[in-house]
């Protein structure tokens, strides 16, 4: 049985890791607290940009210590309403389409997101994905740290979470499919035997037609 692995940002909603966390940092129950967070937040910004641009896996890591100090009950409490207000309204009009079709094929579908497990799995139930492959937060005392757990799912990283879920599942690499919709996810792609494009930034469409990768639109 071949697997088809998702990235999910911009491939299959149109958000990013930004909207939710801004969600969380905005609804803390104590309206001060929330505007401290956001403060700090806004103050990383300009440090977030450069990792955008240089590093994904320190841009993820900067973001994701904005939520030092938000209690684990709050971030559970919080996923279900930043996954309808936010991730669910961001769908790509076809994406549950491209999803059922590879369940319909009998494919594995596995979701590998640089966003938070407990957002992530609202998502994969939604779509009827089995298995998410995403980032964890670090929680002591019930709190979290802003520190992300090993590995952290970011980049080149994404092709070596999913050779080992491969391995570790018995799926031929070979008969695999990929989508993504960034060019910083080429490794991730080009792991299996069949990447395909979807909604490509403009690098991506470049290098999927110099080597002949399907192209998809979900728009």
């Known amino acids: ?66 939520y030092e100090g938000i209690s684990q009950d709050r971030l559970l409490v919080l996923a279900d309403d930043a996954f309808e207000s936010v991730m669910k309204k961001a769908l790509h009009p076809h994406a549950r389409d491209l999803v059922k079709r590879c369940l319909d094929e ?39 740290t802003g520190r992300l757990l090993r590995p952290v799912v970011a980049g080149p990283e994404k092709a070596r979470l999913i050779r080992e879920h491969a391995k570790a599942r018995g799926h031929d690499l070979n008969e695999c499919f990929a989508y993504s919709d960034s060019y910083s996810d080429v490794p991730m792609l080009s792991v299996v035997g069949h990447p395909a494009c979807v909604n490509p930034d403009t690098k991506l469409r470049q290098l999927a037609k110099a080597y002949s990768w399907p192209v998809v639109s979900l728009s």
């Open 106 to 144: 009998g494919h594995e579908v596995v979701l590998v997101s640089g966003a938070l497990d407990f957002l992530m799995t609202r998502l994969a139930d939604h779509l009827g994905a089995h298995h998410v492959i995403a980032n964890r937060l670090e929680i002591k005392d019930g709190h979290a």
């Open 1 to 66: 049985m071949p697997a088809s692995y998702f990235d999910v940002d911009g491939t299959l909603v149109r958000t990013n890791l930004v909207h939710p966390t801004v969600y969380y940092l905005a609804n803390q129950a104590n309206p001060l607290r929330s505007l401290k967070l956001l403060g700090r937040a806004l103050a990383r910004a300009p440090e977030m940009l450069v990792a955008e641009m240089r590093d994904r896996r320190t841009f993820n890591e900067l973001l994701f210590s904005s």
